[in-house]
């Protein structure tokens, strides 16, 4: 049965898909540290140095005699901690919403949520970029699946159209592209045919908003927001782990059938304690959040200047780069790191065919000689 790898493992090789880890020491201040060697970090998705804050290590060194690391089992033998039911309230408070579930993981969340909420009789309709976990939930669940055009509520509203009563899906930011999706035109498409409208708000919260609280942070009224809503807590929140909020019937339902919830390790309670430390800090130190939107601010402009091909000027964090062929990235993410950039290159099947990526992710704490220099060796590397 083996037989196979081996081709698969040529065509790989062929296609220039290969992945390779680096052991990377994550530090404070947008560095990282591999085989001791410093790099300026721009592929971390903690955009607000949540992470590595003292406030957040403090609240662990401190409990850790008390609570100890794992949670022992899954949320519905003994694993569901008095910190997590704290950690769903906190959100359901803020956000508005009925009821939450805390996963251990984005992924976990996505592909059990959309698995449980529809079956093979159902149709989801979602942006041809949504998350691997997304479409692996759909294809968990053998569902019809029918992906629009990014970002193309016209393509959108003909397949809920065609479709209906359909899942309507989509990603607030998108994790590669870095693109905004049109959330309110989706929502108002989603209400006038009366379907649910489901968002990942990944790579939005801690990002978007006001204050940082995301996708929905300042749709004031219960009517306007989506149906569910999936919250990671491995990106702007510095930790790991995810919620997904909805109605109480809702979140019932998945409390019955999602099996990526029933038939896992619960998250621990020292991660649920971290993230709502994280929440704190980012209430109390906005500046996070402003120096992020300056840094994007400023990577667009200099980016402009540099008539780079950025795939989009939205104030978001992730900052791509459409290169296209899939060698030619790895050349200048490797190039990149020889002058201390540590930047992701991106190849399918995280992205399309043909549209490989340099992605490179900001944080609060570049400084903006760190962009200046990274745009200007993306300059001399590109030409
Ligand atoms: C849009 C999106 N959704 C979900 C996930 C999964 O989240 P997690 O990393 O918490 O598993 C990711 C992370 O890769 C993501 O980018």
Redo the contacts with the bound molecule.
Sequence with gaps: MFSQLESRSQFLERKALVRKRDAVRNAPNAKVYINSEEYVNFCSNDYLGLGQHPKVKEVIKNKIDDLGFGSGSSPLLSGYSPECKALEEKFCDALGYENALVFP????A?IGVVSALVSRESTVVCDALC?A??LDGMILSRSKMRRYRHNDVDHAQALVEAHSPCLLIT?SV??MEGTLAPLVELRNLSRCYDIPFFV?D??GFGVLGESGWGAIDGWETKNVKPDIL?I????ALGA???IVLSSDKVMGHILQYCRSYRYTTALPPLICLSVLESLNVMEEEKWRLQNLRRNIRLFNQYAKDAALPLISQDITPVRSILIGDNRRVLEISGRLKERGFYVAAIRPPAVPENMALLRSSLHCDHTESDIIRLIASLKETLS
């Excluded at 993981?105 to 976990?108: A, L, R, V």
Aim: without cysteine.
């Design positions: 993981s984005g992924y976990q996505n998350h976990s997304i990603e998108f994790s990942d990944a790579h999936a990671s807590f491995g990106k790991s782990g995810a």
